[in-house]
Nanobody, 124 residues
Framework: QVRLVESGGGSVQAGDSLRLSCAIS????????MGWFRQSPGQERELVAAISWSSDNTYHEDSVKGRFTISRDNPKNTVYLQMNSVMPEDTAVYYC?????????????????WGQGTQVTVSS
């Protein structure tokens, strides 16, 4: 009964900042990776950032590196995506997900559990 619930999305303007949260509940795993994905209408879902739950290993996609930062708060069972200097191109539905097969981000992940998504709209 793994459940992921995203929050923090909304409408902002280019250059603004916002923070997305992903609350994890239900039966969890001892070693896994959390990821943030995004998807725009008609486009393929892409991995934005990922973080190991048990180590300092992180991954950030090139287009967001330096602007977005993934982090976690284990006692709160929460993963965050801090989004700074947002651009209209960042407009998408953002999903959090769990890869139960790997403890750190890997080139070929296997995410299996997904939240329902939160909409982020960036206006110029």
């Amino acid at each position: 009964q793994v459940r992921l619930v995203e929050s923090g999305g909304g409408s902002v303007q280019a250059g603004d900042s916002l923070r997305l949260s992903c609350a994890i509940s239900g039966r969890t795993f001892s070693s896994f990776t959390m990821g943030w994905f995004r998807q725009s209408p008609g486009q393929e879902r892409e991995l934005v950032a990922a973080i190991s739950w048990s180590s300092d290993n992180t991954y950030h996609e090139d287009s967001v590196k330096g602007r977005f930062t993934i982090s976690r708060d284990n006692p709160k069972n929460t993963v965050y995506l801090q989004m700074n200097s947002v651009m209209p191109e960042d407009t998408a539905v953002y999903y959090c997900a769990v890869d139960p097969h790997y403890s750190i981000p890997v080139p070929y992940p296997r995410y299996e559990y997904w939240g329902q998504g939160t909409q982020v709209t960036v206006s110029s």
